[in-house]
């Protein structure tokens, strides 16, 4: 039995990791809040996003609170928020995915409802349910080291740090060093959904962050929203997050996601 759990908790650590090492391509990952547009769609994003061609999927944990976030990510929390979405509802609707689902799939939230939920359960849950890693922004790095890490490895959780421009050095070295499977690197001083583009400032980020050789690769996220700042991200990192610009497309395609879907991430990687 403990052979088999190893051999299973290797196979879940190791999506993220093939998903960098099994293409030549860039990246993409895309971020949904789940619960939104309706209660029942995470599913049905999740595999229509699989089938479209995306690499990695982030489902955002609704909070009242995401003080990361900008307008359109905190709406769509509020909308599922409204809709009666909770963490062990998420958890339900991703009971049995590993049958369908094969890409990457990370949980992205905040401390709090996972607090709440209680840390080992949390963990459980997610080994239970195939999820590979989680982006927790505002989970302190040293508190990770302290309290977290431990029962976050052995359940064969990936934790993902972020980076921001302001991150010096010795900070981004660390955080390398804790992280497993990529480096999160915000592209802005800003909330999620900003000025779109990569501006002159930013180029000058993506490269000294690019100098330095990190040990994992790194996923550029903020302000990315189509083909064009999708491919000028790639040239410095992995590949791209994209999330404010794909809520807006469910929004829009509510009562037509997988067409809506397909269409979009079509847009960004053919």
């Known amino acids: 039995m403990g052979e088999l759990l190893m051999a299973e908790t290797t196979i879940k650590q190791n999506r993220i990791d093939h998903s960098f090492q099994n293409t030549e391509e860039a990246v993409l990952s895309v971020y949904f809040t789940a619960g939104f ?31 990361a976030d900008g307008p359109t990510i ?5 909308k599922a928020l409204a809709n009666g979405m909770t963490l062990q509802k998420l958890f339900e609707q991703l009971k049995g995915m590993r049958e369908e689902i094969t890409i990457p799939v990370i949980l ?21 349910a195939g999820v590979d890693g989680v982006i927790l922004p505002d989970l302190p790095h040293l508190l990770y080291e302290s309290d977290y890490k431990a029962i976050f490895e052995q359940y064969g959780l990936y934790n993902i740090f972020l980076i921001t421009p302001q991150s010096n050095e010795a900070r981004v070295r660390a955080i390398d060093e804790s992280s497993h499977g990529f480096v999160y690197m915000v592209s802005s001083a800003s909330v999620t959904g900003g000025s779109a583009g990569i501006s002159d400032q930013q180029t000058a980020y993506f490269e000294r962050i690019q100098q330095l050789k990190l040990s994992n690769p790194c996923l550029i996220g903020f302000g990315i929203s ?16 994209i999330g404010s610009a794909f809520i807006r497309v469910l929004e829009k395609h509510e ?13 960004v990687i053919q």
């Open 37 to 67: 547009p309706k209660l029942d769609d995470t599913r049905i994003i999740l595999k229509a996003l699989q089938d479209s061609g995306a690499g990695m999927v982030e489902i955002g944990i609704p909070f009242s609170d995401p003080v």
């Open 74 to 78: 905190q709406m769509s929390n509020q």
């Open 108 to 128: 992205m939230g905040y401390l709090n409802p996972i607090e709440q939920f209680g840390i080992e359960r949390f963990c459980q849950h997610c080994a239970d």
């Open 226 to 241: 189509d083909k064009d700042s999708f491919r000028k991200a790639s040239n410095y990192a992995a590949g791209a997050i």
């Open 255 to 267: 009562n037509s996601l997988q067409k809506g879907i397909q269409q979009y991430i079509h847009s």
